[in-house]
Structures are given as structure tokens and as C-alpha cells.
């Protein structure tokens, strides 16, 4: 539950603007990592004291300002008045409940998106708040933890091969974006094994554990649709050209992300369609079972009562019984009784019912 | 049933204009509190009586005429007169059934929200209704009772930090739309705990007590909803910029709280999934303690009759019963059936029954 | 189902145009009134014969004129063919199963609505056509029989108070329109109560009788959305100023009867809701109570089938039971059996089954 | 299931404009009739060969060609080149597994909708196809069989009374539309009465076959809507003026059967519902008779369980058991019983279970 | 599972335009044809290296460049080289994952559709991805492996009968559009046999198997629908004329094409539904079943409870128990016995359980 809304409710009453640390706390430090890269050169640093703020360079390379770790607050706040970030904007970095969403702050194109991962010891999806500002030669992004994904982007543009070099900050804001979406199919992927291991266990052992974890399994289908609608929206945006941020020639590539984040929807509406099925087999194998039961209360009793009847009519007192004074008489009416008993599963056996 | 209708009804037939206070009686006077403020300066009164009307200052300042209690119908109709409220807003204002709106009166901007709030003692949704009149240089609200939220406000103005004083009355307006908005968050916070306790007592106890509670938060969510919905539409089109009353610099902190309004449907959207799949959990659970009870039965059934036949055989008074008469008779059939017992217990241990 | 769909089918392969009255026979004869109004002055008769036809006054004056009783289809004729209304608007007027609509005859506008009652003594809701034709300086009215609530403007008219007197025919039928909605307020009022009192029903007594209730309320719902959905566009189109005939001074309060719409649809909407909920807590209930008597079973088997076994037991014949010889062998057996059966109770104690 | 897919993939692989008939054999032979008039004269004949083309007559006339029986594609494929029929539209006409549609060729406009019926003997809903083809001057259309609707225009042209004979070819295929869509009315009656029976038999005898027939009802509710769901957009954009052919004072007839479209598809929406709650209302008997079945069980397990354990106590063979020697031991003992069985009988009683 | 998402993480994190093949390997070397044609003449070749690039032709004729399968990176992007394939578009055809689209690369339209078959084997749906490549001279097209379909087209070229060989490459794309969508039918016409056969299963063995297959037909039916709905948006913008590469006269015959599309789609939704509703039929009938297993063991308890309670009663050691002294004693309470069976039968013929 905690997952589905966190204690938002700490920011009610503070003027707009306040800036407050919303979210779990995943590093220690904030760390920024700068990058300056056009077709020519390549240089990477990293800031070490916040203090003084710094400085663009000028003419027509390409800066990536890598911020990872958003808790400390002061220190986000002297480098969004650096970086001349709006304070709404800012106030959104710092809050991890934001929906992916794009704004136009002017120069400023402001991008929340979600990075998903499948956490397997936890045997649940996680989710990571990546901020972007993108600006005509500049990308900012802010990041709750460090990650690999962004690390392999700067060794691309280190190794200088490809596109990534040769195009403006728009181009590597795309690079990101696909990368996220990418992670979403690993993440459908795990979840897809899991629905098929649940599959198999749902006819063997259907039991209230395994209704649990289908119900689970839909909670997380449904927060997955809550990041992945917006943001297939957002980059529908972005490749309808509503932002002139956005060269024409990326566009096309945007195209390509968002092909794939409708991909994602789509699998995201088969997957839970199938957990809708699997509630259906779940609840009609709980329906077989009791039938097993009550077959086999039937069997028992439809035996044995008439049984337990004809012995109980030879153990009455009556004086004039003649049965009782024959000879053959217990061998007979043993005969008899295994003759119904046998009567009884021949006509249960009819029935399928054996 | 009360909180979903109220007798509106007694309106019925009424020419259209006519004032009819509907909804509960909160306070007991109408109390009215006037804040002027501009960059500089600052004053707030109280007004004693309603018989002169109150004249607003020349000048750039902000005026906030704050109305707390509207069931009194003939002070309300005074103040509207002063105010130069149109007739149908006036209706609006005290017809406390209203969805969230907003509606163009030429110079007036007239909005009405739902100000929610959690009653922990009654354990429901609380709802007051909020009206605001937008001017060009003054803002009144109406409240139907006096709250903290409003007061928070104020000492920000008197405070005089932060952007509110230098700043219009739209911003004003906007300020309060966000305190609204924002109160959603703590309602739903406490909704969703009330959620994660019933999920837990689900396992443990499913009883039709559990059932009415699932679908009484159901029914709340459902009146979030019908609060929710329109207010989103009402945000968006201030945040569109439909209206002239809006100036830009508002419009991009509207934006914000629009974001906020979605997440809270999303959210609503989710918990509503939540009770579905709870209610699946529990029919299931129903289904699965019918199993056990079926099954202690047929165990005891099927152990007991055949048992009961063997003692019903051996109480039969044939005269030609060899067994009766041989010395081990009874320990051998005793033996014979502690094996019967034993063997049905087996077997019910591999149907894993037991 | 009557109610759903009535003989329609007579009309089938007419020519259009034709007139056929379809629906109730409601009141005897056509009944015509007629009302002139203005600023100044008020006059009012009825028409007693239709072979001449009644001239309408020239100059500014309003003049409603209001048919009772539609099933004389002659008569209508010659009004129609005197007052120059379309025909295809007559056959509209006749035939009682039209959805709410409006439709733009060039001068003339031509409106259907509903207008509801709650029928107590057969439980159920009614619906009444009204037809409005809306002239630049008249209004016709066509209704299926007599009522108050269009005595009540004429006596508001007569009275000469109000804004009603000053304004044009446009205003008058906003006036009707308003108060038609503000029917549908009482209507769900009552059905309302009825979806409560069946609440309490449900968990008491939940019979055959008490699900079809719920499905009649369903019906009832289905029925009223039907007519409301298409009145809530009807009022929408001309709110908007689609049609030149309604004022812009007007229009303003048409906003008003366009929010209680939705209001209604809102609420119908929270009952269809809320009657799927009792649904769920029905089939629930009746699962419960099956639960329960399953127990009353198992509790009766589980105690006596021990029983009876052990009592059968010391009822075998064998000749060497040296129990049966003890001084003490029955007070003894029956001390086990008491025994037997306090373990059993506590075992089911244990389980919450007693 | 063959109603809802037919073997239209021997289509599959050909070119298209091939001309196939897909559907079933209604005639033997296409007949051709032809009607010209306009608002002096009438005339009429049936074309005897399809070697000639038939001549259009020159003026003002309408001239309206019937062709009945579309199987014969050798002879429609004549037809076709003589009128000027476009190879698609052809190919539509013979198809008759298409979708209700418009569509526009230059000067014609070519319509598909389908006639309904009921069928009595099967009860079911048969639908036949009807294309229309509209010139300025002329209408051409093809049934798949003689029906009486067309005739019954027919004998109106000749009678000459009305506006039809008056207006022009687009008039015409108005009536026909017209025609078209009151037939769906009785065919709603008539699935409304077979509801109607449906629902009183699922109370008395819930038994498969209902549920069967409940399932069918629903098909056939999807088939209708399937059809008028497209219908509803033809007529639509027909009235909205999209085509030229449409004349202004046709349209206004023209929105009058999109009215009653809409009311086709309320109705068939409604229907739906109900289905629906039919099928809850005979789960929900099916349990009920689960449970009436159980009561029973456990009423006589009840009862002769402890009436049994009595008289096995009574039947041991215990030496010392006092109670057998009493002389008012056995009427005591019956009395006994009789007092418990009365006991439980009063608890089922106040249970409510007898 | 693994048909809803394949492997397609391994792209992860790659740059994009980096050219993975994703899918099954269905073919063991990529194999080019290249057909030219015009109204004159007809040509066709195979190539035979990829090392030099084919030369197209200049004039008016058009080329059809056939490309059967896809999993040679190394050739496809040699291809890609040499036929100006934006990478891309290139990427695109190698990923077999794709959902149907157009897109517009200049002079280039791109197009990605699923060519559907159904495996007899497997008794399931394949799909094969096919790509096309528009430009106002040629066609290329993308296999995934050697299939009938289109060397019937090449067939037809060849015969130079028909439109085909006198239209652009335009008319080219829409015949083998027109395959496809016409393999839907066929596809459609087998599961709705499948769907059949399950109907008449479902009454007679409603085992867990047949809930299974229900479930995996609606999975097939997502499957189809994932397909065929973003298909239904290509053809659509492909006859609205978003795309110049598609003249006029070939924009009708697409219309045609959409129709299918349509068709396909409402068929699917009406499969849905049937399979809905025959899980209603499985449950119900699952119930049904439980129901006359109890009614077996009602009818056993009830008349064996009472006979055996009565055996008992005379199975009792009292000293005065006058009916076991009298001579008829014993045939008398036969009779009683048998009178009770006789009785309990009729009631339960009474209530139809036999």
C-alpha cells in the first residue's frame, strides 16, 4: 500500500515552491557528474564543492549535467538557482511521487519519466524518478540512485561511435528515453515468468496464497499502466513536435519510443486480461475440489446406509424372526450386502463418478 | 444513503434566483473577515454588522472578504447585494449540493470546491463546500464553516515572506485551489490505511461485517470521485487559460496542482481495483472455508460408517454366526477396525485433507 | 417490459407524417390554454372550440399556449395546421416513446422532454412527454395530461412578480425545463430510499424476492438514464448558443439546468453503482447462510457419528466381551460417550463454528 | 455460429472486383423492376431480357429499378455494366456478408443496410441485405428476396398521395431507410416478449436450457448491434449533409429515422442489461436450490442422528443397565425421543428453516 | 508466454539502428526476387550475390523487390545499403516484434503488417511480420519466410490480366494488403469452429481442460485483437489520403480493404463475448453438477436415516417391549419400513430431484 502513496501529505499547507524531499532515501550524497562532447572532443568531471556555481561553456558543444541523489536538499537547491532551474520544476525533481509528465518552462523543456526495474529479491517492481531539463545545448537529468544505464550512454559517447556524438542535446535526451522504455520489456518479461510459473501452480495447489499472489500481480500491473499511460502521452508529445526544443531528425527516433511504449500498454493489457482468466480457473478449481469432496461424502454413505440399514434390521429383538433361525442365513444376507455395495459403484462408475 | 442526495427537493417549483439554504447547519453565525494587502502593506478586520455595506479600498491592493457560515439565508442575500454577487451564484453559494464548476459571470470568476476532510470518529469523508468569486483585484470565498486550512493563509499574508503578497488575487485563488487539492492526499492517505487493515482482517476473519465495510469504502471512493472528476476539468480550463481572470504567471502553478488532481484520480482509480480484487478474495475465501467445513464431514463420514456397519454386522442376531463364538472374535474385529480407521486416515493424508 | 418498448410497431410502413397517436390514453379530451403576457399586463382563457383558428396578438407580448391531452389526433391536426407546426414535429408530439431532442424547424424550436414522477402506489417511475415549440415572441406546450407544476408559472405569471413577467418566451421555457429537472431530484430522492430500505433487507432476509428488487431498481435505473443522458445534450446544445432563439440572457440560467443535469446523471450513476454492490453482498450472503447450514450438519454428524459407532460396538453379540460383564461397563461407556462428545463441542468452539 | 462468420474465405486470394456471391440462395431468379414517375405521371414494368441495356428516360423523372435476387452473378454482372454500376460496388452487392455502410462513387452514392425479420419457426432474427444505389435521377436497389415493405412503396407511387411522388429519387430512398429501420422495432417487440418469457420461466424451472436460451438472446443481441451500430453512423452522416445527392429538405426527414436508430440502439443497450441480470438472477436460483437441498439434509440428519444414538444405547449388551429392567423403560425411552425430535424441529423452525 | 513477449531485452542498452534480428529463424538464407512490370511487359530474376547492388530501372515501370527471410543481419543490412533504407525502417523489419504501423520516411512509406495463418498442428494462430516498402516506382517487400500468397500475385502479374499490371506500385501494396486482411477470414472461420466444437463439448464434460481451452482461445482472441486494431488504423490512414506515395484511384479499392478490417475486428468482439459467455455456461453447469451430487446424498440420508433409526428402536434390549412378543410384529414393521421409503420417494418425485 505504502508503494501506492506515500506520506505526500507532509507538503499539505506549505506554500508552493517549499522544497521538501519526498521519497525513500537511496544514496547518501548528491553526486554531479559533468560532460561536455560535440563531434570533435569529449571531457567528463565531476563537481566537488557546490559552492560556487558552474559555468557553461560556450559555442556549440553539448553539456550533461548528471545529478544523482536528490535528498539533500540544500544542495538541490543551490544548484537548481545555478543552473537557473524553476522552482516549480525544482519542487517536482525533489517530490518522487510525480506522474511522468512534460512542461514547457520557455527555454526549459521539464520531463519526469519513471526507470523501472525488477527487483528479485523482493519479487517486485521498483521504481526510480528520472528528471530531465532540457535546454538548445544542455541536458540535466537528476537521478535518485546511480545506475548502470546512464553510465553505458557515457561510455557511447566516450567511444564516440555512432550518432550520439554528431547530434545535439535533444538526441541524448532521446538516448535516455528509449533506455527507460527498454527497461520496461525486461521488466514485463520477469513478470510474464512469474504469471506462467503461477499458471502452473493455479491447477496443482489452488490454494489462498495463490489468489494472493494473482492479486498482487494485477496491483502491480496496475501501478506499471499508471507510469506507462502518461508517458506515452508525454513522448506523443514530444514527436508530435509540440515542443521546438525537439529537432525534426529526432523526431523520427521518438517515433521508435513510442511504437514501443504502446508495445508496452499492450502487454500490459494481455497480462491482465490473463490474471482476469486465471482468477476465473482459480475460483472454478476451488468449485472442482468441493465436488471431489461431496463425491466422495456421496460414495461413503450412499454404501454404507443402506448397508448399515439391513444389519441393523437382523439386530432387532423381534421374537418371530424366521431369517435369523436359517442355517445360511448370515452367509445370505452377507451376499446381499456386497451385492448392493457392488450394485452402488457399478451405478457410480455409470455416472463417471469413480 | 442521506450523504449521496439531500432533500433538494423542498427547492422544487421555486422561481429560479430564490435563496434556500441547503445542506447542514455548521456554525451558527455568519462571520465575514476582510485582508487587504499589496506588496507593502497589510490589515485585516472583521466586519460587525451587515447593514452598511463594505467599500472596497481604490488601489492596487488585494481584498479577501472570507464568509464563514451561509445558513443565514437573509445576511448572505445583504452581502451579495453589497458585493454585487450575481443572483444564481448567490443560490450556488448556499445550495451546499453543488458539483465542483466554475462559471464565467463577466467581471466574476465563480468557482465552487469540495474541501474534503477525514472524521475519524464517524470513520468517513467529510465534505465542505468552498465558493470563490475572482475580481480583478479582490477574491471572496465562502465557507460553510470556519477551518485551519484558511487560517494557515492568512498568517502567510501577514507573515509577508514568499511570493503571496507581491502577488494578485488570482494567486490568492490559486493558493487555496492548492490547499484544497492538497487535502485530497491526507484523505486518501487514511482511506488507503483503512484499505490495508480490512485486507489484512480479510484472511483472517471473512465475514459479511468485512463485506459491508469493502463496500462502504467503495461508496466513498465513488463520492471522491463525483468531487474529484469536475475539479480536474474546472483546473484545467483556468490552467488552459479560458479565462482572462487568470493571469500567465498563475496559470504555469495551476499547472501543478492540475498534475496534483490527476494523481489523485489515479489513485482512486487504483483503490477502486484494490476493493475489486478484495471482494474476489473474499467470495474465494468463503468457497475455501465451505471446503474445510465439507470436509471435516466427509472425513469423520467416511471413517465413522464403514465402522459402524462392521459393529451393525456383529450385532445381528442370527443364530449361525460362527465368529461371535471364537474366543478372539471381538479384539480380532476391533483390530480389523482400527486398520479401517487407519487406512481412511491414510488415504485422506494423500488427498492431503488433512 | 411494456414499459420498454411499446407497440411502435403500428406506425411500420406508413408514409412519415402520418399521424398516430402512440402511447397511454391519459386524459379525455384535448384541453387548449392560452396566455398573453408582458411587462404590464396578464390574460389568460382557454380555447373552447378548434374549427377557427386563434389569432396570435401583435406586438411585444408573450403568448404561451398549453395543450393538455394528445391523444385526439384530429384535433391536433387542425391545432397543428393553425399554429404552422411542422408536421414531422406533430408526429414527433403524438407518439409518446420519443428520446429527449431538439431540433431547429427554422423559426421554431422544438423541444422533447420527460418529465418524471414517482407513481407510490405502483412503485415505479412515470414519465410524461413534453413536447415545447419556442416562436420568438410564443411558446407551445404539449403535455399528456394535467398538472401542477405548469399551474404553478401560470400562477407565477399571474402574481407578476419576478423576473418571469419582464423576460421572453425563451426565459419561460427555461422556466418549464427547470422545472422538469428539478422532478428528477424528487424522483431519485424516493428511489433512493428504496435502494435503502432494501439494504437493510438484504443482510435480514436475502430471498428471490429481494434480488429481483434489486434488479426492478436496475431496470428503473437503466430507464431513467435513458432519458436523461439525451436531455443533458439537449440543454448542453443550447446553453452553447446553437440556437438563436434563446437569449444570451437567458442562456446563463440554462447553465444552471445543464449542472443539475449532470447532477442527476451523477447520482444515477452512484445508485447503479451502489445496486451492483448489493448484488455482490446478495450472492455473498446467500454463500454465508449456506455456509451455515453446512456447519449445523457437520457439527450433528461429527458429534453423534462417534456416538453411535461406540454405542454399536458394545451392541455386537460376541459371546467374549468381557466389558459387557463389568459392574461398571456402562456407566463407564457413557462417561467416554459424554467425553466424546465435550471434545468435539470444543473443538468446534475452537474453530469459531459455535 | 455459421450466422456469424459465413465461408467467405473462397474470396480469399482472388483479385479484387471478382464477383462472387457469398451468402445463402433466397430466389431462383433475378427479376428486375423498373417504376418511373414523377408529379403528373407513374409508370411501371419488369425488365424480360438483360441482353439490351435499358434506357434511362431523359427530364425530370425519377426512375427507380428493383432488382431482386442477387445470386445469378452472371446476369448482375450485365446489370452492373448497363447501369453504370462501379466493379467494387458490385462486388459489395453481392457480398452479402457486408458491414451496414456508405460510401461515395462521384454521382452515386452507394448504400448497404440490412433488412430484419423475425423468423417465427426458428425463432431467430434473419437478416436480408439491401443495397442502394443514388443518382441524381435514380434509385437503384437490390433485395435478396421478394419482400412485401418495397411493394408496399410501390403501391404508395402509384396511389400518387403524399409528398412521395412529389420530391426527388433521394426522397425516395429516405421511405426506404425509413422502411428499413421500423422493422427493427418489431423485431425488438418480439425478442422483448420472448425476454418477458425467459424471465418468468427462470424462477419457476432454472434448469440449463434457460441459461442456453438466456446465451442465445444475448447473441443475438450482438448480431443486432453489429448492425445497427454502423447503421446508425450511415444515416448520420447522410443527414448531416456530407453527400451532395441528399437534398436540404430531405435531411430533416432523414434525422427523424436517425431518432429512431438511437432509440434502437437505447433499446437494444437495455435489453442487454437485463440479460445480464437474468443471468445473477439464475446463478443466484441455482444456489438458492443448492441450499433448499442441503436444509433438507441436514433437517434429517438432525433429527435421527441423536434419535439413532438413543436406540443404539439402548441396544447394548451390557449386563448391568438398570434402564432396561424399568418397566416404563421403553415408553420413557420413546418419549424421550419424541421430545427431541419436537426440540429440533422448534429450532428449525425459529431458524426459519421450515 | 513466450508468444506475448520474446526476448526482446537483449536490445536493451544498444544504440539505436543497431540491427538485431528478433524472432524465430524460419528460413536458411535470405533469398531476393525482383519482378518488373508495366502494361507492356513483365520481368522476373532472383538475385543471385548481394555484393553489388541492383541497378533499378528509370522509366515508368514498376519494380517489386521480394526479400524472403530476415535473420541474415549482415545481408538485410547490405540490402538496406543498397535500397536506401533508412535504418530505422531497417531495424524495424529485422525485430519481428512490431506492432502493424505506417510510417513516412520522405519519399519512403513504410509499412509493417502481420500476415496470420492458422497451424493445424498446433492448433494455434501464427503470425508471420510482413514489412513493405513503398516508393513511387517499386515495392519491397520484407518475409519472413516462403509463403503461397504472394507468388499468386506474382502469378497474376505474370497473366497481365486484370487492373493489376496497368496500376502504380501503390495498387501493388493494397492487392497484398488485401491478402492479408482476407487471411484473417480464413483464420477467423477455423477458431469459430474450434469455438463450436467447445460449445457441444461444454454441456457434456465440463472438465478443467475445457475451461482451460475456453481460456486460451480468449488469449488468441487478445492475441488477434493486438493485431488487427492498430491494422484497422493503418489502412485507415492510408484511404483518408494522409500519404501522397497512394493515388486517388487506389485510395477506394483501400476503402474496401478497410471495411474487411472492420469486419474482422466486430467478428473478434462478438468471439469474446460468446467465449464470456460460455464460462458463464461452465460455471453454472459446474454448479449444476454439485447440485445433483447432493441430491443423490439427500435422497440416501433421507430415507435410510428414518428406516435405520426404526431398526434401531427394535434393536433395543428393554424387558417390555410389547411388539417384539407379537407374531406379526416383525412383517408389520417391514411395512412400516417400506411404507416410509414409499413416502419419502413420492415427496422427492413431488419436488422433481427424481
Redesign the interface.
Known sequence: ?AK??K???K???L???TLVHIGEKLTEKTRVGVVEYDGQGFQEKELETFDSCYLFPTGPAVTWINVVGIQQVEVLEKLGNCFGV?P?AL??ILNT???P?V?D?GEDLFLVVKLLSYHEKKDEVEAEQISLILRPNALLTFQEKEGD?FA?VKE?LRAGK???RKMGADYLA??LL??VV??Y??V??RL??R??VL?GKL?ADPG?AT??KI?NL??EM??LR?WIWPLREVISSLERGEFPGIQESTR??L??VY?HA??VM??IE??R??LS?M?????????????A??????I???I??????L???????????P???W????PL??AV?GFVAILMLTLFRRKK?L
Chains 1, 2, 3, 4, 5 share one sequence.
Open positions: 500500500m501506492l502513496i506520506k505526500r501529505s507538503k499539505a499547507g506554500p508552493p515552491g524553476h516549480l519542487e517536482d511521487e510525480q506522474r509528465k512542461e518552462y544505464d553505458n557511447r555512432g550518432r550520439l532521446y538516448t528509449d533506455i527498454d527497461q520489456f525486461g514485463l518479461e510474464g515468468e504469471i506462467e499458471e491447477l489462498t489468489l494472493q492479486q494485477k496491483k496496475l501501478l499508471k523520427i527516433y517515433r521508435d511504437d504502446i508495445q499492450d502487454t494481455i497480462y486480461d490473463m482468466g482468477l476465473d480457473i482459480y475460483l472454478s478449481s476451488l468449485n472442482n475440489r468441493m465436488n469432496v461431496m463425491k466422495v461424502l456421496t461413503i454413505a450412499t454404507f446406509m443402506p448397508l448399515t440399514f444389519a441393523g434390521v437382523y439386530g432387532m429383538n423381534f421374537k418371530h424372526m431369517e435369523l433361525d442355517p445360511w442365513g448370515y444376507i452377507l450386502m463418478w
